[in-house]
């Protein structure tokens, strides 16, 4: 580039600043300004009402003054936030103001625009010019989209065409260009290269000056109900979401905040891992949490669901166990949508037959038997829905308690009561007749002048006895009291025996058959049958019967509903079951779905396909509905180590490397547990002295990461951390971790401790040695201390590098 060229940019750069300093210095006495006067509003805020009820028009005249003043505050308020995000965001550019320019010459018009884009808009003091535009205007998307050339943008008003002449990245920091480049290509490779060739961080990182074309259309999309993203790992889609959620809530400012967004991360970890972007982009986060999460809530009280990663672990460690084939068998039947199916059949033979109620006991009796609520509840019209007749049912309850409860004040146990009852509870009722006492006397008083006045004598004489009131009043609190519980437990369905109806699926072939309508039965349904009931006597829930469990529950209580949220984003889409995406729907019915997720990573049994052409998400809301985006670009690893993880899958063909080159994956094998322990902290230190930070051995399970953890620590890994998933945030180091917690992260270096045909053998284990060798951004190790696992052996040779010796030193 010309130094034309720098001399002019950094002369613009330099205008802007000051502006933006100006404008800074102009906001700052204002903001302090305003917070002061907020908060002496507040402070004054009763001062300036003075409480008159003293007739109708004082009450009045106060009433209004309160509001006004309310109104004033609010007024201020909303004034101070809205400086104070200017303030804000001007800060912000400062030390960057912008990172992309394009030239922009509209049809028609003579003149070419100078668009300058950063992470949010700046208005000249004319407030027409935007010396910087934010990166989600519309005009700005042609710089994530085009090369220079021809170029068009869409707006509400329609789209605009024309040419676009130049297209300029640049970095600049602390104010100053220091890097800037013309770019022939979208978004040309060399921003990208520099900034995929730094290493791992421990909280992830905005996107927003390389944003890709096809991550721009995932970003931007807002047409469908339905977004789903099937992307190879690596290929942004996390970072792609994320930057949608601060594109929606700047398109959508006027409507939609952040806590009505929500996604679902696969683990707590991963939800530190990623809450620093939306801050650093400028907008609030949008709400995070766990499916599990969700499940604990509705169910913990009662149940105790097993989570996704015992679950795992598991199918991982417990093979040639008794009953593991049934195991797994069921855990893949009861996370298709055939079960899904049957429990819809379920719920309409339940309208008439086989409901399972509690018997409503009080005091060790029953007050009322489930043989009775049966029959009361079969008694209410059949044509209404389940959970409409058990509201019904609900009710009767109530009025029925209330009946008992008159009947109980008489029960000897009250008397035994009363004789008990302390001071205080005297005290307390003594005090209620006395007011009591007092309307009566008012009362009384009211009664005889109106017998003086109409001259007519009244038929009652009042008598207010104090003592029998104040028995029956201790009476009606005891009783009350007691059936405080029993009311509570009622409305909140507990008279429903929902263990009992799920239970009841489980019995033998001939009922569940007959209860579903015919359903599918898996072979070994006996086996998967006996461990279910097993589960439910002992109070758990197998996890793959959490989500069908809760629906059933839901079937009979009514649907919960969450109106507030207006879009929900799923991140590793692949490991939830249609199940959990059909509950999700009900759940949040006012929201828009956007699902990301990579097949080639669904390492739990539950998974589902986020792309075929049957798959159940497009089912979900419709093909019409419903837009697919693919995304096989990766960027994560270098060259090499995608070259080398695509093969490992059976469709990897079609994934596509960024050009950004390193070493070859390292294969290791060594001699016996000691040797391997010793080499790997040789080669940690090794790559350590070459200023990698951020390094994991990865196991398969975490009973092997808690194993090599200790054999690591006593061959001098002292600092080494364990991952565990109870670990709540991602911090930078070196660390052991399992798979299936290393989703969704990355690493500058990844060790593989056993890629041997014992750890990685099984066709279900290919993807999670898939999804661990993709963690790696700049280094990838792999040992082993005998045969290398199949999915490695089939590589062809030319894709890593051997060890051939190994002295414990750095190679
Ligand atoms: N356009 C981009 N510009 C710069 N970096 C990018 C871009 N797209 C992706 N990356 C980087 O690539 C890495 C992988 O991105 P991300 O974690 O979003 O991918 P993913 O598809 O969610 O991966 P996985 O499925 O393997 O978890 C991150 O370091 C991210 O910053």
């Not at 008598?463 to 009606?476: G, S």
Request: net charge negative; with cysteine.
């Amino acid at each position: 580039m010309e130094a034309k060229d720098w001399r002019q940019e950094q002369e613009r750069l330099e205008k802007v600043k000051s502006k933006l300093q100006a404008r800074i210095a102009e906001l700052e006495p204002g903001i302090a300004g305003l917070r002061d006067q907020a908060a002496d509003i507040r402070k004054r805020f009763w001062e300036e009402v003075s409480i008159n009820t003293g007739t109708y028009e004082d009450f009045e005249e106060t009433f209004y003054t309160i509001n006004q003043q309310s109104a004033i505050l609010a007024e201020r308020e909303r004034g101070h936030k809205l400086q104070m995000q200017q303030w804000k965001s001007m800060n912000r550019l400062l030390p960057s103001p912008y990172f992309g320019r394009i030239d922009f010459q509209e049809d028609g018009l003579d003149l070419s625009e100078q668009i300058y884009i950063g992470v949010s808009s700046f208005v000249d003091d004319d407030g027409l010019s935007f010396l910087i535009y934010d990166w989600r205007t519309p005009i700005a998307s042609m710089y994530y989209d085009y090369s220079p050339g021809r170029a068009s943008y869409v707006t509400p008003t329609g789209t605009f065409e024309g040419t676009m002449e130049l297209k300029r990245q640049f970095q600049i920091q602390n104010g100053q260009i220091h890097n800037m480049f013309d770019a022939s290509e979208t978004i040309g490779d060399e921003l990208l290269q520099q900034v995929l060739g730094k290493g791992a961080d421990s909280q992830m990182k905005s996107i927003v000056a390389t944003i890709q074309r096809e991550q721009n259309a995932i970003i931007r999309n807002d047409k469908s109900r339905m977004l789903i993203v099937q992307g190879a790992a690596g290929s942004g889609k996390t970072s792609a979401a994320l930057q949608r959620v601060a594109y929606l809530l700047y398109k959508h400012r006027q409507t939609i905040r952040a806590d009505q967004i929500v996604l679902f991360s696969p683990n707590p970890m991963f939800a530190s891992y990623i809450s620093t972007v939306l801050p650093e982009l400028g907008e609030e986060n949008m709400q995070q949490t766990t499916f599990q999460e969700y499940l604990d809530y509705w169910l913990g009280s009662s149940l105790r669901p097993e989570d996704p990663f015992d679950q795992i672990e598991y199918v991982l460690t417990a093979q040639g166990a008794p009953g593991y084939e049934a195991r797994l068998q069921g855990m893949g039947y009861k996370a298709s949508e055939a079960f899904l199916q049957a429990l819809q059949s379920y719920g309409i033979w339940l309208g008439r037959e086989g409901m399972r109620f509690n018997d409503i006991r009080f005091r060790d009796r029953d007050l009322i038997a489930a043989e009775r609520l049966r029959e009361i509840f079969y008694g209410f019209d059949r044509s209404l829905p389940l959970s409409n007749r058990v509201v019904l049912l609900q009710e009767w309850l109530l009025n029925e308690l209330a009946s008992l409860e008159r009947i109980e004040r008489d029960a000897a146990w009250v008397q035994e009561e009363l004789n008990y009852l302390d001071a205080e509870q005297y005290a307390e009722i003594f005090g209620m007749l006395h007011k009591e006492k007092e309307v009566f006397d008012l009362a009384e008083q009211f009664a005889a002048v109106r017998e003086k006045i109409s001259n007519k004598r009244r038929g009652d004489e009042g008598d207010f006895d104090f003592a029998l009131k104040e028995e029956d009043l201790l009476r009606q609190r005891i009783v009350k009291e007691s059936f405080k519980p029993l009311r509570k437990s009622v409305k909140k369905f507990s008279f429903v025996d929902v263990k009992g109806i799920y239970g009841q699926l489980f019995v033998d072939e001939a009922a569940y058959r007959e209860r579903t309508n015919g359903a599918f039965i898996p072979p070994l349904w006996p086996e998967i049958c006996r461990q279910t009931k097993e589960t439910l006597l002992r109070n758990e829930l197998f996890h793959e019967d959490a989500t069908p469990y809760l629906y059933v529950k839901e079937l009979i209580e009514g649907v919960r509903t969450n109106t507030e949220i207006r879009y929900v984003f799923v991140d590793e889409g692949q490991d939830y079951s249609p199940f959990q995406y059909e509950y999700l729907k009900k759940l949040f019915p006012r929201a828009r779905m956007t699902v990301l997720g990579d097949f080639g990573q669904a390492i739990f049994m539950q998974a589902t396909s986020l792309d075929a052409p049957d798959s159940p998400l497009v089912r979900l809301f419709g093909e019409a509905e419903t837009s697919l985006i693919r995304l096989v670009r990766s960027y994560r690893s270098t060259k090499e180590i995608v070259e080398f993880t695509k093969s490992m899958l059976p469709d990897g063909e079609k994934i596509v490397p960024f050009e950004r080159g390193g070493r070859k994956p390292l294969l290791t094998r060594v001699d016996g547990g000691e040797r391997r322990d010793a080499q790997i902290m040789a080669d940690i230190a090794a790559l350590m002295a070459e200023g990698f930070d951020s390094i994991a051995v990865i196991t398969k399970t975490a009973a092997e990461s808690r194993e090599v953890h200790e054999a690591l620590r006593s061959h001098g890994g002292e600092a080494l951390r364990l991952v565990t998933k109870e670990t709540l945030n991602f911090e930078k180091g070196v660390m052991v971790i399992p798979v299936y917690l290393a989703k969704g992260v990355e690493f500058d270096a990844v060790f593989v401790y056993d890629a041997s045909p014992e750890a990685y053998g099984r066709e279900n284990e290919r993807k999670l040695l898939y999804t661990a060798c993709t963690r790696a951004m700049h280094r990838l190790h792999l040992y082993t201390t005998g045969d290398w696992s199949p999915f490695v052996q089939v590589l062809p040779a030319n894709l890593y590098e051997k060890a051939t010796f190994h002295p414990y030193t750095a190679r």
